[in-house]
């Protein structure tokens, strides 16, 4: 199986700051990759699909970028609505795989 | 609006079988893949089963093989995960989740879950 390595783990950060999480895949995974959003208690959303493209109603200041085995989303301002966990998750292959998820906390 | 609404879970003990139903509205539930994906308390995100269109193709982390089942009735806008054999390291929040419509494996929209809790 395909193994997502995120990091870091947690990330504190003010309002307004530039943001960027990593996520590695164990083998190529071309760019079938997508970042989800979790608050506590919901269930998670998904931001990008493809690597780099935004879902409809997902604010511009996400990006993501990447291919084969190195990934990044990127938020370019944070926002106080955007204090949350986030995943990326692989979908190259049928058995899919996420990553641990990094923790974006108020600094 | 899409709606996905899991029902099913609760407190069973271990070696013992529950089953959970997710009814979708909102889409034609008989054009898209469908997928399971579960949340231990505290923990990440973790995939467990997905199932094409018709139901005639279905996909396990290795983890759930032979002891889970998806399934699902298209004529009753419903998706199933039976879990039998159940243990401890099962619990978890237990999300239904529509595949994009592209079918490339992303998922697009999530149900709100429903715990299970595995415990003697």
């Known amino acids: 199986d395909i193994q997502m390595t995120q990091s870091p783990s947690t990330l504190s950060a003010s309002v307004g700051d530039r943001v960027t999480i990593t996520c590695r895949a164990s083998?190529?995974?071309?760019?079938?990759l997508a970042w989800y959003q979790q608050k506590p208690g919901k269930a998670p959303k998904v931001l990008m699909y493809k690597a780099s493209n935004l879902e409809s109603g997902v604010p511009s200041r996400f990006s993501g970028s990447g291919s084969g085995t190195e990934f990044t989303l990127t938020i370019s301002s944070l926002q106080p609505d955007d204090f949350a966990t986030y995943y990326c998750q692989q979908y190259n292959s049928y058995s899919l795989t996420f990553g641990g998820g990094t923790k974006v906390e108020i600094k | 609006e899409v709606q996905l609404v899991e029902s099913g879970g609760g407190l069973v003990q271990p070696g013992g079988s529950l089953r959970l139903s997710c009814e979708a509205s909102g889409f034609t539930l008989s054009t898209y893949w469908m997928g399971w994906v579960r949340q231990a308390p505290g923990k990440g995100l973790e995939w467990v089963a997905n199932i094409n269109p018709h139901g005639s193709e279905e996909y396990y982390v290795d983890s759930v093989k032979g002891r889970f089942t998806i399934s699902r009735d298209n004529a009753k806008n419903s998706l199933h995960l039976q879990l039998n054999s159940l243990r401890v390291e099962d619990t978890a929040v237990y999300y239904c989740a529509r595949v994009d419509p592209y079918n490339t494996g992303w998922f697009d929209f999530w149900g709100q879950g429903t715990l299970v809790t595995v415990s003697s």
């Open positions: 083998q190529s995974i071309s760019t079938w």
